[in-house]
């Protein structure tokens, strides 16, 4: 599967309205969004950025890397594990929005 215009524009639109600090950018054949988010614990930014190639999405998850690291999910590339099996990934139904969101939750779930 592959992105077609159609899905970015509605992507890229629910980004700006959702996240607008969010910047998206492309490095083809890899794109995505970044930026910070605030720890609500400990009061500090974290960089986020949320990547995919053009070939794999919608069809898998983007990638997620958080600097600094903290809790305990970590692939060896460096990314996030935020696959969960209760949740798993749709692409009918999740975005780079709702990836976003499960960061804010493993956020506060992890005391950042």
Same mark, same amino acid.
């Given at each position: 599967?592959?992105?077609?215009?159609?899905?970015?524009?509605?992507?890229?639109?629910?980004?700006?309205?959702?996240?607008?600090?969010?910047?998206?950018?492309?490095?083809?054949?890899?794109?995505?969004?970044? $930026?910070? @988010?605030?720890?609500?614990?400990?009061?500090?930014?974290?960089?986020?950025? *949320?990547? /995919?190639?053009?070939? =794999?999405?919608?069809?898998?998850?983007?990638?997620?890397?958080?600097?600094?690291?903290?809790?305990?999910?970590?692939?060896?590339? $460096?990314? @996030?594990?935020?696959?969960?099996?209760?949740?798993?990934?749709?692409?009918? *139904?999740? /975005?780079?929005?709702? =990836?976003?969101?499960?960061?804010?939750?493993?956020?506060?779930?992890?005391?950042?």
């Amino acid at each position: 599967m592959q992105i077609d215009k159609v899905r970015y524009a509605m992507e890229w639109q629910l980004m700006r309205n959702t996240f607008p600090e969010f910047r998206a950018f492309a490095r083809p054949p890899k794109f995505g969004w970044e $930026g910070f @988010l605030q720890g609500k614990k400990s009061g500090r930014l974290y960089g986020v950025v *949320l990547i /995919s190639t053009e070939t =794999t999405y919608p069809a898998y998850r983007p990638q997620v890397f958080i600097t600094p690291h903290f809790g305990g999910n970590w692939l060896a590339d $460096g990314s @996030l594990c935020i696959d969960n099996h209760q949740s798993p990934w749709d692409a009918a *139904l999740h /975005s780079f929005a709702n =990836t976003l969101l499960r960061v804010i939750e493993y956020m506060e779930k992890n005391n950042a």
